[in-house]
Structures are given as structure tokens and as C-alpha cells.
């Protein structure tokens, strides 16, 4: 499993859904479609109408990858902090049952107000 309290590893950028579609879609169950997708250097997050999936791209190769899915379902809170003058990174914590503090960050350019609406739908 990705350790998430380390959150250098997601800082994120929005990206084309098509860059990472192949090697997330054989994850999708029928009917889950892609809602936001953020690549950081090698590892993405994809937001799904039903789950979050974070894949962690390891080794030199790249070949080997982790994917974790954290459905909303098992969501009990969740925070956004957006970009400011000094701090251009915007952050996003979601708390699982379970697991526990959950950050991603995201570059200035990230909407993290439309990504907190989102889930915000997906949750409530």
C-alpha cells in the first residue's frame, strides 16, 4: 500500500484521462467512469464516480505498480486548503474508516475548489 503520510510523492498536476486510461480501466467496475485525473513525475491519482485509485509506479522500469482504491463510501470527513501567495500548493486530506489521514497535493494550477465539490457529491 502507498504510504500517504509521505505527501511529496503526490504533488499532482492535472492530466488527460487518456494518458492513464490504460492502466486504470481494466480496474474500473461496469459503469465506474472517470470524474478528475492528476499525474505527479511517475505516480497518478485517478477520481472515479465511485472511488479514489492512487497508483504508486516503482522500480526503474516503471513495470511494477501499486494501485490502491479508497472508496468514498468509507469516507468520514475530508479537507481542502488552496494555493496562496507564498504557498502555491493546494491540498486535499480525506479521512478513511480504517486507514486514516489520507493528503494529496496539488500543484497552483489544480481547481481544488471543483475537487472538493466533487467529492463533496460522492460523499454526501
Not at 8 to 24: E, G, H, R, T
Amino acid at each position: 500500500m502507498i504510504d500517504f503520510s509521505n505527501g511529496s510523492v503526490f504533488k499532482l498536476n492535472p492530466c488527460d484521462p487518456q494518458d492513464i486510461a490504460p492502466a486504470v480501466a481494466p480496474l474500473l467496475v461496469p459503469g465506474e467512469q472517470f470524474a478528475a485525473t492528476f499525474k505527479g513525475v511517475r505516480d497518478f491519482v485517478v477520481f472515479t464516480d465511485k472511488r479514489l485509485i492512487a497508483v504508486n509506479v516503482q522500480g526503474i522500469t516503471g513495470k511494477k505498480r501499486d494501485f490502491t482504491s479508497l472508496p468514498y463510501s468509507k469516507v468520514q470527513a475530508f479537507s481542502i486548503e488552496t494555493a496562496g501567495t507564498f504557498d502555491l500548493d493546494a491540498e486535499l486530506d480525506l479521512w478513511f474508516s480504517g486507514l486514516g489521514k489520507v493528503r494529496l497535493e496539488f500543484k497552483g494550477n489544480a481547481d481544488i475548489r471543483q475537487l472538493g465539490q466533487m467529492i463533496a457529491t460522492f460523499v454526501l
